[in-house]
């Protein structure tokens, strides 16, 4: 899971998970602000910790192309104590990130439309799966988009989690 948690190698799976597999010669064409070397490296270490697997290999020119896959399980047995770990993780990356954006000289949150909300909202499972439907829809849209001009990369992070019960 510690392996997962880094935003390059997370980039890397939300990757194939929505191509379904990929060279890191494809990975770099869409992954444009991640230098190449970092993207090997990475690609290595998800291979290494049975993460992601080979789905297929081709000599070109003398090397081997190889075409990469999730693994049917790449986060192995994902209990209560692994998701807990992986929210904290998670939550603390952001943190960081946070840290870092607000520690820049040209941090201007209202200019790069910067948002944090939180709300409470009162929904039944059939409801709140409704509204997650079409939060990926809306997802699924913009999903595929390619780097062009004017383009910027933004991270939009979604945490869903029970409330606390008054009691």
């Known amino acids: 899971m510690k392996v997962i948690m880094n ?5 890397i799976v939300q990757y194939l998970m929505i191509h379904g597999q990929g060279t890191s010669k494809e990975m770099m064409e869409e992954l444009t602000d991640i230098p190449p070397a970092s993207l090997y490296r990475h690609v290595k270490i998800l291979a290494e910790n049975g993460c992601i697997e080979i789905a297929e290999e081709h000599k070109i020119r003398g090397t081997v192309e190889k075409t990469w896959k999730l693994c049917p399980n790449p986060l192995g047995d994902f209990s209560t104590a692994a998701a807990a770990a992986l929210i904290q993780n998670g939550l603390l990356s952001l943190m960081a990130d946070f840290q870092k954006y607000f520690a820049r000289e040209d941090a201007d949150p209202q200019k790069d439309l910067l948002s944090f909300t939180t709300s409470t909202l009162l929904l039944t499972d059939e409801e709140f799966m409704m509204m997650m439907q079409k939060i990926g829809n809306v997802f ?3 999903i595929y988009n390619k780097p062009e001009n004017g383009r910027q990369p933004r991270c939009f992070t979604f945490i869903s989690s029970p409330c606390e019960k008054e009691g």
């Open 7 to 11: 935003p390059i190698r997370q980039r």
């Open 140 to 142: 699924n849209e913009v």
